[in-house]
Structure formats: structure tokens, C-alpha cells
């Protein structure tokens, strides 16, 4: 598989991209960075955010690097399409122009800081720029395949629109801090100091105000700097509150900087390091960066008790409670006096961190939402209508969602869809009973690896089932709809799924739809209903295509005022509305897909408003 990491990223600050790189690696796959470093913190960005007079600076800065991102994906493009596009850490706004220059390609966003959050954490509670930047993180959702978020407690932050496209993997470590482990100081003799460290960012989340409280206490306690050195390192926010929570001590050294190339090996050069002890909301809801690369560097960590951090932590870090400096002091009194507990830590949290915390275990849970690796083939891909283009990013949502082995699609038609279904699946089989559409949807399916057959689902082997079984707009033309179900329903095998697509709202019934076979129309709670009386359970049931759709359909109803298709049979009307005002030639693909991606764009800004629906639906059983 070949994966492009994409983005404005920075893996020497944010190394996160950095771990899912080599994970992606270690597993065998190529990964290709194109990637355009946009030279700003994570602090630097929110404040800019935060303060609208400043983003033009931003605006400025994001466009000279999307514009070498430009050139440098089109060069990659000319190899053929990636598999997949990883958007890395703070890809707010990079999701969007990657889901533009890599069309038809599965977007990854590495979703670890909402940016409302984030605002709220350093300060800022409500306001117009905190709706605003909820915006931009909804935006940022909406554009992408697949969301990678740190842990469920951002999950569940996820609005549940988008659930389904959300996988959790925890942030990890890259390989220079396992290096740096490998390396890491002795444990302390009897007379020597135990050495604490902390780096970050001095933001309330850290609580380095906490962290100085702490150091205050065990200066007044006799913890002196024979038994306890601490070094804190970075600048911040909160660094004037906490040197000013901790005193005049001799057993602290501050350090503004130390650059990234250099920091695992510092931290391997001490005994303990600390995490966060924050009270904020934020604080509760992540396992930050320094936890995971302090035990990869050897280091015993002492860290909030929060959730996420015992989730992944286990028995094998000491806990105290956010906030609270006298627990955080005592935890480091008994760290300093009782050797033997201290080395039993540190050699538990390297390996917890060897078994969970490197990129091949990190990239785990990802691989099983990445695409199947699509067939290749010099064929063009068949053009789809407008609606058809419309649908389409639903209907290819939910087959990566399911990611199912085996794909039966129903009515295919000429194949449009089909022919693009075939790259989500190893193995596709369309059924077509009109010989006409079947002639060519089979080149244009099987030359793409698929099969496609002459005949009716009902003409398959009664004990074949499938992972998957697909039809789109062909429900609406069966009389008995709810034994079509049922019919469908022995096809899919327990635990499978259903994915369909048919008209919306009865009342919009209209000379179209009589001219093309239509029995009816439906709503969405009448389709679950018909689903859940077949031995379905509704995943998804969703209404699409505003506002264009209501365009499409007027046109339709006058086309079909004036045509003599009406005077067919049902079957004969039912054949022929696969063919009818098919597209068919490369400009007029061209055409559709240029100027229907505005309307996609803005379909997925305003779901559930349309005259079409898409269903995604689980056998029970």
C-alpha cells in the first residue's frame, strides 16, 4: 500500500505524524511525505485564532506552503493515485485541499486537538471565536474518510454524524525515543539524587503550576537536592506562576529550550519524569505526548489520575490526583527514598512502552480502517450522473466503514457505480438482468476486476451470501419492496450489511418518476421501518443532495413530460431507466465532476437535507 503523509505538519514538535510514518513502514507499506512544515506552534496557532486581526498572517503563510503542496502532489499524482492520504497533526485546514488534489482517495486526519477545546483550555470560555473555531473543527470532520483521535474520551466528542468514520490509536512514541531508552541512566545509588524531569509547554492542561506547588512543599519538608533533583524545562503561559509556586530552590533548575533532537536523551538522563496535573476539562480527556516518550525513554512516570492516563497506564505509573500539589509532593518523597520501587517502575513503564507504545502497535487499530488496496487498471472509469455523483461519497463511506470481503450489487445498471465499487472490495459481483445494460456494464466492471452477471439475484445459489450487498435506485421499482427486502436479507450473511439508495418523499412523486418505473418514493423513517421488518438494523439513514437535487429533479419531471416512455410496460420502463440520460462521454465526466464538486462540498456542510436517500443497514442474526 502507499500512503502520502500530507500536510503542513511539523513531526520535530508534533513527532505524532512521526509515529504513525514508521508504523505505517514497519508493516511494509511506502509512504511518501509530502509535507510543507507551516513554522508555527500549536500555541502560536490557537493565539493567532484567537485574536481574528492576526489571521491574515496565518492566511498568508498556509497559502505559500499549500502552494509547493500543490506541485509537489501533482509530481507524486503522475505515479498513479495513492491508497490513502494521512493528514497530519493540526491539519485543520490541509483536509480540505487534500480532499481537492487527491480525488477518490481516502483522507486520514490526525485528529488529536479540537481547536474549540484547545481555546477553551487556555482561556478563552465563549464567544463569536470560539464558535467560530467549533466551525472549523466540524469542517475539518466533515472533509475526512477516517478520523484518528487519541483517546474515547475524544471520540465521544466527535458529533455522532461522523462516528462511524472515527478510530481511536493512542499517540505513542517515535524511534528516537526508544533509542534514547536504550540508553537511559542507571538507577540511583543510595547517596545519589533521583533526577525528576518535566517539559512542556506551561499551559494550564500541564499544570506546572501544580508541579511547583509540589516543589515548594518538599523544600519545606527537608527534601533537599541531595535526594531530589528536578529540571523543568520550556517556557509558557503558566512558567511565572509556577517558578513562583515553587520558590527559591536550590533542587530546580530551569531550562527555557532544549532542541528536539536532543530532548529524548535528555530525558533518558533522568530517573522520573512527570506528566500533567492540570484541572482543566481538556486535561481529563488526553494522555499527553511526554507520557508515552518518557517511558520509551526509560523514565518512571508520575502523572494525573485521570481516565485516559489509567487506561493506558495501568499499574505501571504512579497516579495523583489533578491538582493537587501535596499528593504529587509525597508520591516524589517516596520515589526518592524507596529505591527499589523506583527501579521496578522504570523498568515497567519501558516495557509497557515497547509492547504499546511503538509505531507498528500504534498504526494497529488504523489498518483495519484503511482501504483494501483497489485493483489498478488503464480503464477509464465509467462517468455517473449528477445524482449519481452526488450519492456516491455516501455510498463509498459506507463500504469503507464496513470494508466488506465480498460485494453483491443488485440492478447495477451500466456499471457506473459498479466500476468504482470494485476498488473497495477483493471481491465484486454485479448482477444485471437487462441484456442491453449488461453488455456494458460488464467492460466496464470486469475490466476493473470484477464480475457481472446476466441475471437476477434470485437466479444466484440459494446458499451464497455475502459481506455486502449494494442496490441502488432499484427498491422504487418493485412492486412488493418489502419481499425484495427479505429476498436481499438471505443474501447478506449475519452481521453483513445492506447498502441502498432510493427516492425521497412521496409528495415530490412526479412524471419522472412514472416514466421510469417508480412504485413509490420513500422517508427515512419509513425505510428504517421496511428494514427493521426484514431482519435489518439501520445503521445509517440519511437524506442527501440539497440543493441541487430539487434542481435535477424539476428537470427531470420536464423532460419526462414530454416523452412517450410512459406508454411502457413496468419492466420495460424499469430497463430502460439505467440507460436513460446516462452519461457517456469522457467531457461530459469531465463536466459532472467539475462542477458537481461544489455541491458535494456543500452537501457534506448540510447533511441530511435532500430528495435522495442512503441507507446502511446491519443483518441481525
Known sequence: MRVVAFGTYQADSHPRIQVLIEGLRTRGHEVVEINEPLGLTTAARVSMLLKPWTVPVLAVKLVARWGRLIIRSRAELRRGRPDAVLVGYLGHFDVHLARLLFRRTPIVLDHLIFAAGTAIDRGRRTGVVVRALDLVDRWALA?????????EEHRDQVPSRWAARTV???????????DAGRGAVADPGEDEPVKVVFFGLFTPLQGAVVIGGALAILRSTGVDASRLSVTMIGTGQDLAAARAAAGASAAVRWIDWVDPADLPSVV????VALGIFGTTVKGAQVVPNKVYQSAAAGCAVVTSDTGPQRRMLGEHADFVPAGDAARLAAVLTRLSTDRELLALRRREA??????SFGGASVIAPLMDRLPVVPTTTSAPVAPLTPRGALRWPLIKRAMRQTRPRTTLEIGCGQG??????VALTPSFTAVEPDEDSFHIARDRIQARGGTVLNCTSDD????ETFDMVCAFEVLEHLKDDEGALADWARKVRPG???VLSVPAWQHMFGTWDKAVGHYRRYSPDELSDKLRASGFEPVSVGLYGWPLAFVLEAIRNRVADGSTQMEDSAADQTAQSGRWMQPTKRLSALVITVGIFPFQ???RLVPGKGNGIVALARRIG
Open 143 to 151: 472533509a475526512a474518510d477516517v478520523i484518528v483521535l487519541d483517546t
Open 168 to 178: 481511536v490509536a493512542n499517540v505513542g512514541a517515535d524511534s528516537a525515543w526508544f
Open 268 to 271: 533518558a538522563s533522568h530517573h
Open 350 to 355: 519501558r516495557a509497557l512502552a515497547l509492547r
Open 416 to 421: 457506473a457505480m459498479g466500476a468504482r465499487l
Open 460 to 463: 444466484l445459489p440459494a446458499d
Open 496 to 498: 453483513g450489511h445492506l
Open 601 to 603: 462540498v456543500l452537501q
